[in-house]
């Protein structure tokens, strides 16, 4: 299955005050790469990918505050070079944990599609391509 994957492509972050987050890591020598909105039925969730300390760290802000606590990560994200071939092969392994029926196609940082599943112990795992 290596084949199928790039490697580490972020790992989303919840934060309730987005500026103050931009601003911690703007300090630990980060920049902020880009940025987007994204609608959902609750109201608009402000996402921004920050590049610092050799990773790219997703600021998700949601529409309606949520509890913070320990273990904020939302999710890690994964390169994959063709999507339904990844996808395919890890439901080839008895996985099908997948948090949609068809992976997930916009124009959010120029264009990717995305799929989310879970792990055994309910991480989520996002699955990225490039558009």
């Not at 920050?50 to 994964?78: D, N, Q, R, Y």
């Not at 008895?94 to 599943?117: E, Q, R, Y």
Request: with cysteine; net charge negative.
């Amino acid at each position: 299955m290596k084949e199928y994957f790039g490697g580490l492509a972020h790992i989303g972050v919840l934060t309730n005050d987005l500026e103050k987050s931009i601003a911690f890591y703007e300090k630990l020598g980060g920049t902020v790469t880009d940025r987007a909105v994204l609608p959902t039925p609750e109201g608009e969730k402000q996402l921004v990918m920050v590049a610092v300390l050799g990773v790219t760290v997703e600021l998700i802000h949601p529409p309606v505050p949520v509890e913070l606590k320990e273990g904020t990560v939302s999710h890690f994200a994964v390169w994959v070079k063709d999507i339904d071939a990844a996808a395919a092969a890890i439901k080839a392994q008895g996985i099908d944990t997948f948090a949609t029926p068809a992976k997930n196609v916009s124009s959010l940082f120029g264009g990717m599609a995305n799929w989310f599943f879970t792990g055994p112990n309910g991480e989520r795992i996002e699955l990225m391509e490039k558009c």
